[in-house]
């Protein structure tokens, strides 16, 4: 053999050994786990899926299909809440519109269970499915402000706080959430409350227009003019109405540092806080937010009951807005201060109870009533291993 030939075999070899799975091809990478995939379709129907098909999809996208050995599939199918430990049949790891078009086209020629996952925050688990199709959303991320139009252009996999970061170095925001690593698409679709809500509407409320890619495949526009109804379906309606690929949303011009942080009294003046939010809470002016919270540490440590605070009015008025907060005596956590927004954005993003497999559940009431205070503070059990 040739010294050049045995080289360039040699060298061919190694890298076979070496390359990372998810960069085969993706026969190869079928190969390596047996070929057809097996799969479920939306009504739970057990399916094999061809992989020929799966090879083409592959081909086809620019993103590219993850399978259950390959690399990144493990992280691509996690989602915020671990009690939710599923595993697609396939990822479609999609980086824009024409990919998405192409993974909902792949879905729904084989009725295949169908999951989309924007930034994994869906407390029931909505991000993710077994044995169906995950259509993952993370590569597909950009935010676009225009100051002078007040406007801002968000693709459909990003996160909140990009848009906060990039909407308030010019001095706007929108209301998004309450933890950057939100994802915008389940957020808005599912309506959007914000720390700055009171003052400037839900997400959906300065939302301009979408673009959506449809069960059917097609890419629409929709806004208060065209698709009408698509437009309001994806303005809080929830998943199924089709994919946002683009959100459009009007920007409100706020100074970049708010006065927020937590401020926490024992728990035995829960009642006493409870009834201050019942009483201060419609009264309060739109700059002031205040989300209740009541506390229990896990070991049995004393509990806390108080405020998560975020005033975005004038600063030299803020003393006055949370004096009848302040009335209600020494707290025994006060870090209420002046802090940029797009800090206090992130300060919860390591406390969400999601991320400790938590079970949530929410509802409407029309007021703080007497009998509820008394629910929520007779009602509440310390847990032995959790918060």
């Known amino acids: 053999m040739k010294r050049r030939t045995f080289v360039s075999s040699s060298f061919a070899a190694a890298m076979g050994a070496t390359i990372p799975v998810a960069w085969l091809p993706a026969r ?7 070929g057809d995939v097996a799969a479920v379709t939306g009504d739970g129907r057990e399916i094999t899926l061809p992989a020929s098909s799966i090879m083409e999809l592959d081909s086809l996208m620019r993103g590219g299909v993850l399978l259950a050995q390959d ?40 009725s295949l269970l169908l999951a989309v996952k924007c930034g994994g925050h869906s407390a029931s688990g909505k991000s993710t499915c077994d044995r169906g199709m995950m259509i993952d959303l993370s590569r597909f991320r950009s935010v676009r402000v225009d100051p002078a139009a007040r406007r801002a252009w968000v693709t459909g996999g990003s996160l909140l706080g990009r848009l906060d970061h990039e909407a308030m170095s010019q001095g706007l925001v929108t209301p998004m959430g309450t933890v950057s690593h939100t994802g915008v698409g389940g957020l808005v679709t599912g309506g959007g409350f914000g720390r700055v809500a009171r003052k400037f509407g839900l997400a959906v409320d300065n939302l ?8 059917d495949g097609q890419f629409r526009r929709a806004n208060p003019e065209v698709h009408p109804d698509l437009f309001w379906g994806v303005r809080g309606g929830g998943g199924n109405f089709g994919i946002v690929t683009s959100f459009e949303f009007q920007l409100h011009p706020m100074q970049r540092r708010v006065v ?15 009834q ?64 940029e927004y797009v800090d206090l954005q992130r300060s919860g993003d390591i406390d969400d109870p999601r991320a400790r497999a938590s079970y949530l559940k929410s509802g409407f009431i029309p007021a703080m009533s007497a009998d509820l205070i008394t629910a929520i503070v007779d009602g509440i059990e310390a847990h032995p291993s959790r918060s």
């Not at 301009?208 to 069960?215: F, K, P, Q, Y």
């Not at 927020?260 to 409870?274: K, N, T």
């Open 28 to 34: 190869d990478r079928l190969a390596r786990q047996g």
């Open 71 to 110: 690399d990144g599939y493990d992280e691509a199918r996690r989602v915020l809440n671990p009690s939710f430990d599923k595993y697609p049949a396939l990822i479609a790891q999609v980086t824009g519109t024409a990919d998405v078009r192409l993974a909902v086209d792949f879905a729904r020629e084989h």
């Open 208 to 215: 301009t227009a979408v673009d959506v890619v449809s069960a």
């Open 260 to 274: 927020g942080g937590l401020m926490m009294f024992p728990i035995a003046r829960a009642r006493d806080v409870l």
């Open 276 to 339: 201050l939010y019942a009483d201060y809470g419609p009264e309060a002016p739109d700059e002031l937010a205040l989300d209740f919270g009541l506390l229990l540490p896990p070991g049995g440590a004393p509990g806390v009951a108080g405020f998560s605070v975020c005033y975005c009015g004038a600063q030299e008025e803020a003393d006055r807005v949370l004096a009848p907060v302040r009335q209600l005596g020494t707290p025994v956590m006060d870090n209420v201060q002046p802090i």
